[in-house]
């Protein structure tokens, strides 16, 4: 009896069935999906228990039609040099985009990162809808990844320069922070150049694809001056936005001292931390405005009307995604 039973027990850890381990992975992505908002949700709830709602709606009171014209003009240009930028790095990774398509695509994108949260879930509809319709997925991907971050990285060093020239709350550690920007930029280089010609690892390929992207994408002859170009205009049109808003939200402050601020409230959005675009930003410009001898209220004022004058800004993506619901009538059903 005891042969049998030691013989037929069972062991002490089985492995979890495919299933299960499918279901616990799909639970895992979900609550990383839940964590961004939720994120947000508590920098918006540490904003109202320290300033109140008044900020928040005043800052919707003050909203007026010269600012919303400011606002939809400045998104049009935007808007189209984001279109121009991608349809450069598509081109240049052997992706066809053509500009009225990359346009619609944007308009979409920018409605969609405004109403949802997280801030990004327009940008991956627009890098899957592309590579579906150009048959190639992945390669649709990797054009929106590198046009974005060809982006942030024109943001980031027009950034640096800007603060270096006005006086900021963190302009004392503009030396440290351009110190680790040299670092990181000489180990992407050095990591470029010893990326292995040969080798079948999946590692191996990654980094030559990767290579090949930026070489062709960004670096390429045909590109990189007006991948910089677009980011720049793009660049100054968000900052012209967010000075829109501070002066609508009653920022008399000088220009001057008035830029550096909004800059890092626009910095803070590239946190993907965020319920709708609100959240980080108006913390941040909550401390800065604070910082610089303003008022909390007055930051979250600005950024609260920022958030409104994009939301109104994206408004023509919303049309591009009705029209693009709309069932095509047949020619021969035409009456």
Do not use: K
């Amino acid at each position: 009896m005891s042969h049998v039973a030691v013989a037929g027990s069972v062991p002490a850890v089985m492995p979890a069935p495919v299933g299960a381990r499918r279901a616990r992975a799909r639970l895992a992505r979900v609550g990383r999906a839940w964590v961004r908002p939720l994120a947000g949700l508590a920098v918006l709830a540490v904003l109202v228990a320290s300033v109140g709602t008044g900020p928040f709606l005043a800052g919707l009171r003050l909203i007026d039609a010269p600012a919303l014209a400011a606002a939809l003009g400045i998104g049009v240009v935007t808007t189209v040099c984001c279109a121009w930028r991608w349809s450069l790095v598509a081109g240049g990774l052997g992706v066809r985009l053509p500009m009225r398509a990359a346009v619609a695509h944007c308009y979409r994108a920018v409605f969609l990162n405004s109403t949802l949260p997280g801030g990004v879930l327009g940008d991956v509809h627009r890098a899957v809808r592309h590579g579906r319709d150009a048959g190639d997925v992945a390669r649709g991907v990797r054009a929106v990844v590198w046009e974005r971050t060809a982006g942030q990285v024109v943001q980031v060093v027009i950034a640096v320069g800007l603060l270096a020239a006005f006086p900021s709350p963190v302009r004392p550690y503009l030396p440290a922070l351009a110190a680790g920007l040299a670092v990181v930029a000489l180990a992407l280089v050095l990591a470029a150049r010893a990326v292995p010609r040969s080798g079948a690892s999946r590692w191996a390929r990654a980094a030559r694809t990767a290579l090949a992207d930026v070489r062709s994408g960004l670096l390429g002859r045909r590109t990189w001056a007006g991948v910089v170009v677009a980011s720049t205009v793009v660049f100054a049109g968000h900052l012209a936005t967010f000075v829109v808003a501070a002066r609508t939200a009653g920022a008399d402050a000088p220009l001057s001292r008035l830029l550096p601020l909004t800059l890092l409230a626009l910095l803070a959005m590239a946190v993907p931390l965020n319920v709708g675009g609100f959240g980080p930003r108006e913390g941040v410009a909550a401390w800065a405005f604070a910082s610089a001898g303003l008022t909390a209220a007055q930051g979250v004022a600005t950024g609260t009307v920022y958030g409104a004058l994009v939301l109104v800004a994206s408004l023509p993506g919303a049309a591009v995604l009705l029209v693009r619901r709309l069932p095509r009538r047949e020619p021969g059903n035409c009456r």
